[in-house]
């Protein structure tokens, strides 16, 4: 998924001149041929991403589009202050395109888990927020992402992500899309959660228990629209997020529907981390399973929810 989102960079470089890519302390060979076209178009600065924010700023007001790339918690943690003064507040359209969302850097501690960036940049205004569940969606949404006048976070997963979107579904900032019809039950994802709720839904599926699979990939703004339409058509919803349950894509959907529909708000449970930082090391799947995202959690929380 990142190499599919840094060839897109290079391609819209290519199309606009206006495109350009800061990274922070990436390794060797990275977008080698955009460097060597666009000399004046790449930058690459060490270890400084505050910094880099504020020179994404300053390139963003003089009317170039930044794309920005480096570790997920150092966007969101390290740079909140500059991304809340420097982005958000004057609502530039840069691009901020982060590795290891999630627990992709699970061999890494608790340092570099990014459990809570949907949460931290969820509080900014004009702030967009998009998880692409496969590379071919990335490539949909940086296409789209050119346009946008608005700061993006684009959370990438860790690549070689089963493909499980559908280019005739189409695409757009800002809107849900149906990967499965729902019977009894919905799931809502986002990001490459979808794969999990896909695999949940063929399992239940065998049980006789028909559930839907509704993938969100922008978190912010939410599509109110397509939960309007599918949430009061099923009887139990249930959440799924590479995310603490605190602030997630789960906590805005409770949240529109406090606000829009309180009378579904008791079919809905949400699937996500605990409160509390991870406690293991070892590989993504790993610790998804451990920090109880499993695809058995995701089963028998629906389970649980259709027999209340």
């Known amino acids: 998924m990142r190499k599919t989102s840094l060839n897109c960079i290079y391609e819209l470089s290519i199309k606009d001149e206006r495109v350009l890519f800061i990274g922070s302390d ?20 060490g270890v400084s991403e505050q910094h880099i ?12 589009i930044p794309y920005v790339n480096t570790i997920a918690t150092f966007l969101t943690r390290r740079c909140f ?11 530039l359209p840069v691009r901020l395109i982060a590795n290891g969302g999630g627990v992709v850097y699970a061999p890494l501690g608790p340092t570099h888990l990014a459990i809570e960036d949907f949460a931290i940049f969820r509080s900014l205004p ?11 969606e990335m490539k949909r949404l940086m ?10 976070y684009i959370r990438l997963g ?4 089963a493909i499980v979107s559908r280019e005739e579904l189409g695409f757009e900032i800002g809107k849900g899309l149906l990967l499965k019809a729902p019977g009894e039950g919905l799931y809502i994802t986002t990001g490459v959660m979808a794969q999990r709720a896909l695999e949940a839904s063929k399992q239940l599926g065998s049980e006789g228990v028909i559930c839907g699979v509704l993938h969100m990939p922008t978190v912010k703004p939410l599509d109110n629209v397509i939960l309007s339409e599918w949430i009061p058509s099923v009887k139990g919803v249930v959440t799924v997020e590479e995310h603490t349950r605190i602030g997630g ?9 406090s606000d829009e529909m309180p009378e579904h708000t008791s079919k809905i449970k949400r699937v996500g981390f605990p409160d509390k930082f991870p406690d293991q090391y070892g590989n993504q799947d790993s610790l998804l399973d451990h920090m109880n995202v499993s695809i058995e959690t995701i089963c028998e929380q629906m389970r649980s929810c259709l027999k209340r």
């Open 26 to 45: 990436l390794g060797p060979g990275v977008l080698d041929e955009m460097k060597q076209r666009f000399p004046d178009r790449f930058f690459m600065e």
């Open 53 to 64: 924010i504020g020179m994404a700023a300053g390139l963003a007001m003089e009317g170039f």
């Open 81 to 91: 202050e500059q991304v809340a003064l420097d982005l958000c507040l004057h609502d």
């Open 126 to 136: 004009n702030m967009t927020i998009v998880a692409p569940c496969d590379a071919d």
């Open 143 to 152: 296409s789209k992402s050119l346009e946008w006048p608005h700061p993006m």
């Open 158 to 161: 860790k690549g070689g992500d």
């Open 249 to 257: 894509l789960g906590s805005a959907v409770l949240e529109f529907c």
